[in-house]
């Protein structure tokens, strides 16, 4: 093949700096810098300017190299169980739209309820270098808890509590919901009540069974039955299809969140055709949507979701930001009456 045949090799395109990008708009290097920092304060017309050499010149910034310079990638690892539940996808999603509006973006991550499980993931989140985690439906172990604070990477636990004081936490006042379900439904006059509980394994499942048994004792009322739903929509659908299949059935069931409760009702309704209220009144948690549609139509503890997402961003930033100590936030959320539970005589919604 002669010289003039070779086919010369384009040479590789030089990559563009921000530099670059400064000189093409007429701006500092730290005016490009503030443009691509989520966070940070330009003026419209830098903006602008900013953006249209960076496009002319195809640079993207370089967030790998920020984050070796100043230590943050400004990424929120969030970690969570499962999304069965209506409200966790709620959630999620209200957390994800929270964290960035200041400058965050969230990694998510599932795992199976184990100690070993969520050891891996978390050791996925420190090798991508997340400036913090949040926890949904997960414990975490004291061991992983002490190797995260070693590493300085701040932890907050989303509805769920740990008794580890080194750990943030924001949940709902599962105590107080729990009690005040129950309340409600012994004003209702109902004297044979049941529980299904969700996961005794976690602290939001044994905490509203605490609220359950206190509001009984204090009436002097016996539970016909307290049985563990596992927060599982068939596990709680059986346990309410063998609670009420015979004659001395539960005349309320008080379920621990709006999950089961859809399960235990369409078991109840079309299983074994007894009606709601009128043969069985059913209470939730949560409030979660669905919970206000006519076919369900549940009578439910609201978790203030709203609310609990501001205190976990604030909780989470505070640490990475303002180096703030840890605290545990319990919000106290209200009973939404609707129709599956008997109103007590003479009531009046608030």
């Known amino acids: 093949m002669s010289e003039r045949d070779t086919i010369a090799e384009p040479a590789a395109a030089a990559t563009v700096t921000a530099m670059d990008v400064a000189r093409r708009a007429g701006v ?81 991550f599932m795992a199976e309820n184990s100690t070993e499980k969520v050891a891996e993931v978390v050791q996925e989140l420190i090798d991508y270098r997340v400036d913090g985690i949040v926890t949904a439906s997960v414990a975490m172990s004291n061991d992983l808890t002490a190797r995260l604070l070693a590493l300085g990477i701040p932890v907050v636990m989303f509805n769920r509590g740990q008794d580890d004081p080194r750990l943030a936490e924001v949940t709902s006042d599962n105590v107080a919901g729990g009690r005040r379900a129950t309340e409600f439904l012994i004003a209702g006059g109902h004297r044979r009540i049941a529980h299904i509980t969700g996961w005794q394994g976690s602290s939001t499942g044994r905490d509203r069974a605490a609220g359950f048994r206190a509001a009984m004792d204090a009436a002097g009322l016996a539970p016909v039955a307290m049985i563990d739903g596992m927060y599982n929509r068939d596990t709680a659908a059986d346990v309410a299809r063998a609670l009420c299949a015979g004659a001395d059935r539960p005349d309320a069931i008080f379920v621990g969140n709006d999950h089961m409760a859809f399960g235990v009702m369409d078991a109840l309704r079309h299983g074994l055709g007894l009606r709601i209220p009128e043969d069985v009144s059913i209470v939730g948690y949560d409030d979660v949507p669905i919970s206000a549609w006519p076919a369900y139509d549940l009578t439910t503890i609201r978790q203030p979701v709203n609310r609990m997402v501001a205190a976990t961003v604030d909780a989470l930033l505070g640490q990475i930001e303002e ?18 539970a008997r109103l007590p005589e003479g009531y009046a919604p608030s």
């Open 28 to 108: 500092s290097q730290s005016a490009v810098s503030r443009v691509f920092t989520p966070g940070a304060s330009a003026s419209k017309s830098t903006i602008a300017k900013v953006r249209a050499a960076a496009e002319e010149l195809g640079y993207r910034p370089n967030r790998l190299a920020r984050a070796m310079i100043t230590g943050r990638t400004r990424i929120i690892g969030l970690v969570v169980a499962y999304l069965d539940n209506q409200f966790y996808p709620l959630a999620l999603e209200r957390l994800s739209r929270a964290l960035q509006e200041r400058g965050y973006h969230i990694l998510i």
């Open 323 to 340: 180096a703030e100590t840890p605290g545990k936030v319990r919000i106290d959320g209200p009973l939404v009456v609707r129709g599956s």
